[in-house]
């Protein structure tokens, strides 16, 4: 069993281990007791570190109260985008879906085939560019660069494709009908 | 036949603190993962990790306070346990 040392406990010991008398004016006025300075320096870092990990967890149960209030919404719905014949080949059209403030953007890639996917950049949300030509999406705030075909990316930051708009068309009429997002 | 209860120098405890510091250390950083790692795949669309997740979060939340209370407890009593 350990047996406290009750003087070593209470003990002031300067850096240079130097008896209290030989120490300068300044250190005898204002005497620091260095090994409790360390000890409790340590100590209020464990207790840092633990309030950062409840901030974790908060951020967590941030995220699963999100998860849970997105299954209670109710799904968007179809929404007319546009006719067939108001985009040409290599055009682009933005447009709202799902919500009034989720900018999307439709692409014609060929005579019968149309693209579209929402239009923030995955890596921090800017508004990606369509460059048809050279067959991708270019984010300019960090050069994040997305398939156009597929919406995979393909260079620069972005973790994730972007988000796949589902389409439909039913007589000349172009309608979103789905949102689907995909892991890398 | 009961056993005295063992107490800590200040000396002692400072090695204790040290090693409640790096496991401590290491589990915020797991958190920290997880928590980018949830958020990325819940941001794509993967909802199967966010409970787990949460779950384990709050285990190592746990586990850091317990230590850390457990910290306080020997400074206050001078006693780790029996």
């Known amino acids: 069993m350990a047996t406290p040392i009750p003087e070593r406990e209470t003990m002031s010991v300067p850096p240079d281990g130097r008896p209290h008398s030989e120490q300068p004016a300044w250190r005898q006025d204002f005497p620091i007791d260095w090994p409790q300075d ?9 207790k840092f570190l633990t309030l950062t990990s409840l901030a974790f ?4 149960f941030w995220i699963a109260g999100k998860h849970w209030l997105r299954g209670r919404q109710a799904p968007p719905g179809a929404k007319r985008i546009a006719a067939v014949g108001d985009l040409v080949v290599g055009g682009s059209l933005v447009f709202n ?43 300019p705030c960090h050069e994040g660069v997305f398939d156009l075909r597929t919406g995979r990316q393909l260079a620069g930051p972005p973790p994730r494709p972007l988000p796949r708009v589902v389409l439909e068309i039913h007589d000349g ?10 892991v890398a | ?16 603190v040290h090693g409640m510091l790096a496991f401590v250390l290491i589990l915020v950083v ?9 958020m990325n795949a819940w941001l794509g669309g993967d909802d ?21 209370a457990y910290l306080r407890r020997i400074e206050r009593t001078g006693r780790g346990g029996v």
């Open chain 1, 173 to 182: 009429e172009i309608f979103a009908t789905a949102v689907e997002e995909r």
């Open chain 2, 30 to 38: 797991l958190q920290l993962w997880l928590l980018t790692a949830t």
């Open chain 1, 38 to 46: 360390q000890y409790v320096e340590r100590r209020d870092f464990v």
């Open chain 1, 57 to 60: 967890v908060a951020g967590q």
């Open chain 2, 48 to 68: 199967s990790i966010v409970w787990p997740g949460t779950l384990v979060s709050a285990a190592a939340l746990a586990l850091n306070g317990g230590l850390y």
């Open chain 1, 97 to 139: 879906y799902p919500g009034e403030h989720d900018a999307s953007l439709l692409v014609r890639i060929s005579e019968s085939e149309f693209v579209a996917f929402g239009q923030k950049c995955t890596h921090l949300s800017c508004a990606v560019i369509p460059r048809p030509n050279e067959g991708i999406f270019h984010c």
């Open chain 2, 1 to 16: 036949m009961s056993q005295a209860p063992r107490t800590f120098t200040r000396d002692q405890r400072m090695p204790i």
